[in-house]
């Protein structure tokens, strides 16, 4: 669908016209199973998120792997994405289909700024992946020690 497209391509007028003539394509899936939400917050772009949740996009729509658009965001690191996400009520805690939380995501990453962003929005560090890991093991992981000291106990 050439949605995706205008999404990937940061084309914002495009996919608001398009959203206008169809509203159905806010919840829609491409033939790889992403939303457009994941689309958008994934590919960084904040304004176009922006229109998907204005026209009733599931904030919390999981791709083909389970992951959400929030989880997209800690991958990648856009802190004005996260922030939109969690001030529309995103799940802090949601998994994806490895157990992975935005927080496991955010430390995996190095996203300091948006793993403090989490926890201040209620992320629960004890959390674990499929693996038994949590955000704080995968800081370990990287020898992250700004993450470490803020996902320690």
Do not use: H, W
């Amino acid at each position: 669908m050439e949605i995706f497209d205008n999404i990937r391509s940061g084309e914002t007028e495009e996919v608001k016209q398009k959203l206008l003539k169809d509203p159905s394509l806010a919840y829609t899936k491409d033939e790889k199973g992403f939303p457009p939400i994941v689309l958008a917050t994934y590919n960084e772009q904040p304004e176009i998120t922006r229109i998907l949740l204005e026209n009733n996009a599931n904030i919390d729509e999981k791709d083909v792997a389970g992951n959400t658009a929030l989880m997209g965001v800690c991958f990648k690191g856009n802190f004005e994405i996260a922030e939109m996400l969690l001030e529309k009520g995103a799940d802090v805690n949601a998994r994806n289909y490895g157990g992975a939380t935005p927080l496991i995501f955010a430390a995996m990453f190095g996203q300091v700024r948006i793993a403090q962003l989490l926890l201040k929005k209620g992320a629960d560090k004890t959390m674990r992946d499929a693996q038994g890991n949590t955000a704080f093991a995968y800081a370990q992981k990287k020898e992250n020690q700004d993450l470490m000291n803020l996902l320690k106990d």
